[in-house]
């Protein structure tokens, strides 16, 4: 069959704006479809943070008129080239020339339900306004979520549509005031379309009237449709039936791949691995750490409840006292950052601290640690586990989402098998026994080695996912009804 054409809307894309890993997915999975034949124009809000010269961005035409009972909006066109594949950047400098994406300092826009909506409007007009024809639409989070509604409601679009949710816990709800904005009619403000206990719910639109619907794994996709893990619309994705999936997510190894980095003082790989020892060595300096025989566990990221953060400080202070180093970096709730300054101050020498986002820091992480711990509350995807499989810091993860797909436990007596630890009651507790039980087998060499090579061996670039989400589009044009 021919290959379908794909319109990819996204509200954020590396290298243009970034405010978390939706960026990395939409910068990263056309460039790996279009490689795979796939014809895929991408659609992003030219914002007011993006710098239009560094990213190539070139104007492209007057453009169009979104119209809505209310009012109306014009939106002009840009165009950049991400690899071969077009990305249209929509220019509406009263919407989106901001000093931010959805907000500044912690506090959203007041109209983001407005320039979303409008920008998901925007999408389709520019599809039909250049001619495109796409045969998927496909959207992602609640930024986009307006879409497949759109395409049922106030177009009468012949395309499917694929909505993909990176995080659940983010559903673009507004108040009921809000509504007009959207352009739809009142009679989709109804419990089983958008409103949700008295508000309006863009992802649940989305969910309800997209052809598809996926996530980035697949135990997260199994986990959505539980009580405890579908954040109030596991009632709307478990109706989904087999139209819900999960395809997990890759990284690009042009960024992480310890054998090129330019972040890091030596470069290593699976069959070279001595410039590991001085990435370990830079570490340790840097993080003020004291010489010790005991391996040197690490973790980056959001130090946020979502991340595990409650039960990693309890069992961080049982491994300090043990005497086992360890490296944090990453910034987030208040009270977690001054839990672990106070752990900083008990363990000079041991904790090393940076509360900051540093890019060069987290590559020299993965690179100079032994083990990366990851243990998540629920993690739709998650990123650092692939990175740490691929820089050899063996990865100690609870077993959820995307960390339960990625990761393959380590069983005694068979190196071969596994890439990581996992442990799956969220406890202080479990986490310090799957730590102890790396640290044992840190003591064998050769199973470590294996361990190790296993992880830092594994496929996790983008192809294997761009093949799924090409196979779930031709399944979307190949199958016969429309929802809902
Ligand atoms: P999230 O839920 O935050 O998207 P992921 O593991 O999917 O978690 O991706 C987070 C990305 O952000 C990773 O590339 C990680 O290295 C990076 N990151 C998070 N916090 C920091 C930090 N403080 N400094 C540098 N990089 C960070």
Not at 39 to 62: F, M, S
Not at 261 to 278: E, I, T, Y
Not at 415 to 438: D, H, I, M, N, W
Request: net charge negative.
């Amino acid at each position: 069959m021919a290959e379908p054409r794909v319109l990819f809307c996204a509200s954020e894309m590396t290298p243009f704006a970034k405010t978390g890993g939706l960026a990395d997915v939409a910068g990263a999975l056309p460039p790996a479809l279009k490689r795979i034949g796939v014809d895929v124009h991408c659609v992003l809000p030219l914002y007011g943070v993006i710098d239009r010269n560094a990213c190539g961005i070139a104007p492209a035409g007057k453009g169009f008129t979104v119209k809505l009972d209310i009012g109306q909006e014009n939106f002009t066109l840009h165009r950049a080239d991400r690899e071969g594949v077009p990305v249209h950047l929509l220019e509406c400098d009263h919407l989106f020339d901001r000093g931010g994406l959805y907000g500044e300092k912690s506090c959203d826009y007041p109209d983001n339900c407005r320039r979303f909506a409008l920008f998901s409007l925007a999408c389709l007009e520019l599809a039909d306004y250049l001619g495109l024809d796409p045969d998927i639409v496909h959207v992602h989070d609640w930024q986009t979520a307006l879409i497949p509604v759109y395409m049922r409601t106030r177009r009468r679009s012949r395309a499917r549509s694929l909505l993909t949710i990176h995080n659940l816990a983010f559903q673009g709800i507004f108040p009921p005031g809000e509504y007009h904005w959207t352009g739809l009619d009142w009679s989709l403000f109804d419990w089983q379309k958008l409103e949700y206990y008295g508000k309006v719910n863009f992802l649940k639109g989305g969910i309800v009237y997209a052809d598809a619907v996926s996530t980035v794994s697949p135990a997260y996709a199994r986990e959505i449709r539980r009580t405890e893990s579908g954040c109030g619309l596991e009632g709307v994705l478990v109706e989904k039936g087999d139209r819900l999936c999960g395809i997990l997510n890759g990284i690009d190894p042009r960024d992480w791949d310890p054998a090129t980095d330019v972040h890091l003082p030596a470069r290593f790989s699976a069959g070279d691995l001595a410039g590991k020892q001085a990435c370990r060595a830079l570490l340790m300096k840097e993080a003020g750490l004291a010489p010790t025989p005991h391996p040197l566990l690490g973790t980056v990221g959001r130090l946020t409840e979502q991340k595990g953060l409650d039960i990693l400080l309890p069992a961080l202070a049982t491994l300090l006292g043990e005497g086992c180093p360890f490296v944090i970096l990453g910034t987030g709730d208040a009270a977690y950052e001054a839990e672990l300054r106070k752990l900083a101050r008990l363990f000079p020498g041991r904790l090393g601290l940076f509360l900051a986002f540093d890019n060069r820091l987290a590559h020299l992480i993965e690179a100079g640690c032994d083990m990366f711990v990851m243990p998540s509350r629920f993690e739709p995807c998650g990123l650092n586990q692939f990175y740490s499989m691929r820089y050899g810091a063996v990865p100690i993860v609870r077993a959820t989402g995307g960390l339960a797909d990625s990761v393959a436990p380590w069983t005694p007596g068979d190196p071969r098998a596994g890439t990581g630890f996992a442990f799956s009651e969220y406890t202080p507790a479990a986490l310090l026994a799957a730590c102890r039980e790396a640290i044992a087998v840190f003591a064998d060499k050769d199973a470590w080695l294996a361990l190790m090579r296993n992880g830092m061996q594994q496929d996790v670039g983008w192809s294997r996912s761009a093949e799924n989400y090409r196979a779930l589009y031709r399944s979307l044009v190949e199958s016969g009804e429309l929802m809902p």
